[in-house]
């Protein structure tokens, strides 16, 4: 009797575990604060991450995140790190985003996060 209805599917659920290991290292470890992006207004970015300072003052200070989450961002490496390869329409729009981008790596087996400045050539 499941037909009919929206399906929840594993690029979904991978993509929310991405969301929640990035959100517990965040908030819990940096004890900065994540702004999710809600999933309709997702176009590339998927949260902000507000830099709160020692003392517990918002600083104004951002930076964009782009999660990704799966094993299979972990197939291509070279001397440097791990290789992410997106689409030329996110290329195009991060180039264009008014803050800094970071590319997150979620491994979903360790749940190790990887990142990277989003700076185009």
């Not at 594993?10 to 969301?19: R, T």
Request: proline share 4%; net charge negative.
């Amino acid at each position: 009797m499941s037909t009919g209805y929206p399906k929840y599917n594993s690029a979904s659920q991978k993509g929310e575990l991405g969301v929640q290991l990035v959100t517990e290292i965040v908030t819990q470890q940096l004890n900065w604060i994540f702004k999710r992006n809600h999933q309709e207004f997702d176009f590339g970015i998927d949260g902000q991450i507000e830099v709160i300072k020692d003392d517990h003052s918002v600083t104004g200070k951002m930076v964009a995140v782009q999660i990704k989450c799966g094993s299979s961002f972990f197939s291509e490496r070279n001397r440097w790190g791990y290789v992410y390869r997106g689409e030329i329409k996110h290329f195009n729009y991060l180039c264009n985003y008014p803050i800094p981008v970071l590319i997150l790596l979620c491994n979903p087996d360790s749940g190790e996060v990887f990142w990277e400045l989003f700076e185009p050539l």
